[in-house]
Nanobody, 126 residues
Framework: QVQLVESGGGLVQAGGSLRVSCVASGRTFSTYAMGWFRQAPGKEREFVAGISGSGRTTVYADSVKDRFTISRDNDKNTVYLQMNSLKPEDTAVYYC???????????????????WGQGTQVTVSS
């Protein structure tokens, strides 16, 4: 498993942009599929975006498609989530997740991932 550390959260006005990052430990980062999830108070953790180990495949939740972009830099062991046109409903703790297990893997499910970061708060004011 890898250790994951998120950063870059903060307070932003509606319509603004923010980029959150997640740095992973270890030397085999490129073998891990990565995902971003978020959890608002009183709600379940939900999928935001996922990316394959090579970066060639990306998947998005409908609610963030065309506003958010997931990317990765395997030389830096880092995955990013660029968030544009932010809305108050995007307010949540954002978590990155990793897995190198292909058994029953789907980007969109919490259960597919074996490692999680501690989360970073993103707050969008109206």
């Amino acid at each position: 498993q890898v250790q994951l550390v998120e950063s870059g959260g903060g307070l932003v006005q509606a319509g603004g942009s923010l980029r959150v990052s997640c740095v992973a430990s270890g030397r085999t980062f490129s073998t891990y599929a990565m995902g971003w999830f978020r959890q608002a108070p009183g709600k379940e953790r939900e999928f935001v975006a996922g990316i394959s180990g090579s970066g060639r495949t990306t998947v998005y939740a409908d609610s963030v498609k065309d506003r958010f972009t997931i990317s990765r830099d395997n030389d830096k062991n880092t995955v990013y989530l660029q968030m544009n046109s932010l809305k108050p409903e995007d307010t949540a703790v954002y978590y990155c997740a990793a897995t190198n297990s292909i058994s029953d893997f789907t980007y969109r499910t919490v259960q597919s991932y074996t490692s999680w970061g501690q989360g970073t708060q993103v707050t969008v004011s109206s």
